[in-house]
């Protein structure tokens, strides 16, 4: 790079960025970090930020301030986009610089699970929303990440029905993996280091003698902690010297609902007589840094989830916490890190739903200290090619030689382009409303809206027809 001027970067998030961060945040912050070695680098928020940076800048810009953020966009050569940043952001939406779509987290899939307890409505409404954001974010961006080759499918499958897997994309790439590129959650390069035992001789009812299984962040409908207690109540009767830490109860972000799966696990570790002796539920969310403290006075790593849509495409950040503070992990089967776990001997793998057979995998690990020291060894000897650097490389590479998709005709004419033709040749959304009115016409919009925003945006579209049509009228 040198001589040469340095790329601008502009991430757009809307997750708080402070001492207590969920994954969107953590996962932005560590771009940023990764990409100002390369590049200049601006992370725009629409929540509040309580962190400071000497490698990036950091900016505040409400939602409703579009010019704010337009000063950004003017800025940048490269957006890196999360959630609904398309949609809080017109300047954004219609910028004509390089996009791309940070798509780790398949939101739409998670809505499915996410509001599966409330009115059917509520629940459409949520998931229809999703689809409709996550069809804006592919038809518009240049380049989308994700988490996983599994995740890789999912959205190749979603740009093939939109008509991106097109003659231009695929003659520039025809395994499409520039693309879409595998960019998962990474680890930190820095081993984990003490301070306090945050846990051991620390909370009351847990000794420092004692074996402790850290249940390490929050606890989400697509989780299965209950089966996690039924197996703690068996492990009990065998060894009451092993306790299980659930590290967040609750959410740090008001916004994000308490969950059913809370409830449920409360209410099951009280059914069975184990809160406060053998289950613990930490009640406040831990600051970033210092997680450390408690991961390192944990001996093994649990994650316990439902089979179902979500499983197969996640990718638990979770276990990326264990595998740096080198614990042998316990985690239910079906997701892209059970398979890396059985492979890699980084502990047990369980069926999804069976008490029995978690608890048996407890013990098997505690009550082994050699087998225990061994997985420990082979944990740590993996964590390393999950590391930051190694996981942010394909983002890194596109942001030192940035390129426009291939299916756009320029850099100021590629939304409209990569729309696909209408009938008569013409093409893009300037070229429908230059149609005559009538069924073609009506036939192109429609098509349009669902490309651009899925059946939400038809319906929003259908809405201001109608609206429009009674004002003529009057």
Not at 107 to 125: G, P, V
Request: proline letters at 5%; a negative charge.
């Amino acid at each position: 790079m040198s001589g040469a001027a340095r790329t601008h970067v502009l991430i757009v998030t809307g997750d708080p960025i402070g001492q207590q961060m969920a994954g969107p945040a953590i996962r932005v912050w560590h771009m940023a970090r990764a990409l100002a070695r390369v590049a200049e680098v601006r992370v725009v928020s629409w929540m509040p930020i309580g962190r400071r940076s000497d490698e990036f800048e950091l900016h505040y810009v409400h939602e409703t301030d579009d010019l704010g953020m337009s000063i950004h966009e003017a800025w940048s050569d490269v957006i890196v986009v999360q959630g609904t940043s398309l949609r809080v952001f017109p300047s954004i939406s219609r910028t004509q610089k390089i996009v791309v779509a940070d798509l780790y987290d398949p939101f739409q899939i998670e809505q499915l699970e996410m509001n599966r307890y409330r009115d059917l409505d509520a629940w459409e409404d949520e998931v229809t929303k999703a689809v409709s954001l996550v069809n804006e974010q592919l038809a518009r961006a240049d380049c989308f990440l994700c988490a996983s080759e599994a995740q890789r499918n999912l959205w190749l499958g979603g740009l093939s029905t939109l008509g991106r897997l097109n003659p231009a994309n695929y003659t520039a790439d025809p395994t499409f993996e520039s693309l879409v590129r595998v960019v998962p959650f990474g680890l930190s390069d820095t081993p984990p280091v003490q301070t306090r035992h945050a846990i051991k001789g620390t909370v009351p009812g847990i000794e420092v003698t004692d074996r402790v299984l850290i249940w390490g962040g929050g606890i989400y409908n697509w989780f299965d902690p209950v089966t996690l207690i039924e197996a703690m109540a068996l492990v009990e009767r065998d060894r009451t010297d092993v306790k299980l830490f659930f590290l967040s109860a609750r959410h740090f972000n008001p916004d994000v609902p308490e969950m059913k799966a809370l409830t449920d696990a409360i209410a099951a570790a009280e059914r069975l007589g184990l809160t406060g002796r053998t289950v613990f539920f930490n009640d406040t969310w831990v600051d970033y840094e210092a997680r450390a403290d408690y991961l390192l006075d944990a001996d093994i790593g649990v994650s316990t989830h439902v089979w179902h849509a979500e499983t197969r495409f996640s990718f638990r950040t979770r276990i990326l916490d264990y595998l740096w503070a080198g614990l042998p992990i316990v985690a239910s089967e079906g997701d892209a890190f059970a398979d890396i776990i059985g492979e890699r001997g980084l502990g047990e793998v369980v069926p999804a739903g069976d008490a029995a057979q978690v608890a048996a995998a407890i013990l098997r690990l505690l009550d082994d200290p050699e087998r225990l020291d061994t997985v420990r060894e082979r944990v740590r000897s993996a964590r390393k090619e999950f590391e930051w650097d190694s996981a942010l490389a394909p983002l890194i590479d596109f942001c030192l030689a940035p390129q426009p998709a291939a299916d756009a005709v320029t850099a100021r004419t590629r939304a409209s382009a990569r729309r696909g033709s209408v009938r008569g040749g013409a093409r893009g959304f300037e070229a429908i409303l230059e149609m005559p009115p009538g069924r073609r016409r009506d036939a192109a919009l429609l098509f349009h809206y669902l490309r651009r925003g899925g059946p939400r945006l038809v319906k929003e579209k259908m809405a201001e027809r109608r609206e429009r049509h009674d004002r003529e009228s009057i």
